[in-house]
């Protein structure tokens, strides 16, 4: 270590650096305030979130996204275009026609809230908002049918068409509760999953007949 | 003075042991303290109200009802208090849909499946499916019946469901309202030997309601007979579970009171099921071939019936 002695740094290199430490991450500030950001950034972020969700309904694996950032956003863009493309149903009278836009808007939010106070009255552990999610989203299948129903019904109203229409909306029915399902019965204790799924299959199947039964003026 | 030997701690032999080394010794026996009220009950028990007992299961009458005041004890503001009606499981819902289908003679509904853990789940779904089951099997069996007719265009008769959901609904909570007010009157005047809560009328009203299901999907075939007779099938059905629950309820009551409130409740009960039947499903048309009538001027005029 004699020779360590002798080592001396000239004084014409400059030292340089930072003494504080490298943070890895931005610091905290950065990442919580999105005042500063472009608005266009606020909404591609919420839609990009939203479309994500919209993939994992359709393709239903057990992914934990759609649980754990809840967002009503789909649910509400869902429901009120279902309930937009099955308003001018046919009526002779005002009372006997198919359901109004409020009715089908009271169906799908009000159907959803009891079936998670249900299932959280039957002892579930999944919250409020998370269960509104997944059953708002699931929804998605009943609204691209009833997109196909009124594009069916476009081309004709006869027996093909009503065949084809109950094809779909069937099929897209068992793809909701399915959906939803697999979402929904991990967070029951096991031996009341069948109290849990009875009312969703309920709520699906009105869904479904609102979408078949409608007929165009 | 006690030695040191006596004061050490010493072992007893078990009491078969001792009582086989010593067999006049005096023994005493503890019974188990459910035997006593069944033996004394037995003894004292005119025959007739044999049957009572049966239906009470008074073996555990007074321990259930020790746990049901254990059971609802949190305040009623809070969840866990409505967390108890729902403290069932698939197995047990399924047993008493069954018990109200299958109605065993002599059984009791409330004793039998209830036992003091009256759910709201049942009841509450139930009639949700009830309400629906009867809308869409109306609107259905209305386009088969109208189905081929030039003029007839198909509703789909949406404000019907709010019509039923308002009917089955009051039926289902009032009527046990009522009839447990009237209930609760009646005990304040006669000692009854069996009384119901609230929830226990509810939930015995809400699981009677079962067969009305299957009924109102076989309401779809058109012909007047066959949806008649279904009518008095189920009635038959869920009628006997109401009779056999609260006849023992007012049977110590005046007579006339007894069979009045009785048939109250089964009168009540057939008026829901014709008014549904009259209300959602329109009457099938008689399928006459049309008759041709000539007419004194040569022309055929054609009559439909």
């Known amino acids: 270590f004699a020779g360590l002695a002798d080592v001396s740094i000239s004084e014409d290199i400059p030292v340089e650096g930072e003494i504080t430490v490298p943070v890895g991450s931005r610091s905290p500030d950065e990442d919580y305030s999105t005042l500063d950001e472009p608005v266009k950034d606020t909404i591609m972020r919420d839609l990009k979130a939203v479309g994500k969700k919209f993939v994992h309904v359709m393709y239903p694996k057990k992914s934990s996204a759609l649980l754990r950032d809840w967002d009503l956003w789909g649910p509400l863009v869902l429901c009120v275009s279902l309930a937009l493309m099955l308003q001018g149903g046919s009526a002779d009278s005002k009372d006997d026609g198919g359901p109004q836009f409020a009715e089908v808007f009271v169906i799908i939010w009000f159907g959803a809230v009891v079936i998670t106070i249900n299932s959280k009255l039957l002892g579930g552990t999944i919250s409020f908002f998370q269960s509104l999610c997944v059953l708002g989203y699931c929804v998605l299948p009943l609204t691209v049918a009833m997109l196909v129903c009124r594009l069916v019904l476009l081309a004709g109203s006869g027996t093909v068409s009503f065949i084809i229409r109950l094809i779909v909306v069937v099929a897209m029915f068992g793809w909701s509760t399915l959906a939803s399902t697999a979402f929904l019965a991990d967070s029951q204790p096991p031996n009341r999953k069948a109290l849990v799924v009875y009312p969703i299959f309920l709520f699906y199947f009105v869904i479904s007949w609102m979408i078949l039964t409608f007929t165009p003026q | ?305």
């Open chain 2, 1 to 305: 003075m006690a030695t040191v030997d006596d004061l050490k701690f010493q072992e007893f032999d078990d009491a078969a042991n001792l009582l086989a080394a010593n067999p006049d010794a005096t023994t005493i026996s503890i019974d188990e303290p459910g035997e006593i009220p069944k033996n004394r009950h037995s003894r004292l028990q005119e025959p007739g109200r044999e049957e009572d007992d049966e239906l009470l299961g008074t073996d555990d009458s007074d321990k259930t009802e020790l746990l049901a005041g254990q059971k609802k004890s949190a305040p009623f503001w809070t969840f866990e208090y409505y967390q108890t009606f729902f403290d069932v499981d698939t197995y047990q819902v399924l047993d008493r849909i069954k018990g109200s289908v299958f109605p065993v003679p002599g059984k009791n509904f409330v004793r039998l499946y209830i036992r003091s853990n009256p759910d709201l789940y049942g009841p509450f779904w139930i009639c949700a499916t009830l309400v629906f089951t009867i809308a869409v099997s109306g609107n259905l069996s209305n386009f088969f019946i109208h189905l081929g007719k030039p003029t007839y265009h198909y509703v789909p008769e949406f404000r019907k469901v709010s019509i039923a959901a308002t009917t089955i609904y009051a039926y289902a909570w009032l009527v046990p309202l009522a009839l447990w007010g009237f209930l609760m009157w009646r005990n304040s005047k006669v000692m009854n030997i069996v009384s119901y809560s609230f929830l226990e009328i509810v939930c015995v009203y809400g699981y009677s309601l079962f067969i009305y299901i299957p009924t109102a999907i076989l309401w779809i075939i058109p012909q007047k007979v066959v949806r008649w007779v279904l009518v008095m099938f189920s009635l038959c059905l869920s009628g006997s579970v109401l009779v056999m629950t609260f006849w023992p309820a007012v049977r110590d009551d005046n007579r006339r009171i007894a069979l009045a409130t009785v048939g109250t409740i089964v009168l009540l009960h057939a008026l829901l099921a014709v008014g549904c039947l009259a209300y959602f499903f329109d009457a099938p048309e008689l399928d006459f071939p049309a008759p041709i009538i000539p007419v004194h001027n040569g022309t055929a005029v054609i009559t439909k019936s």
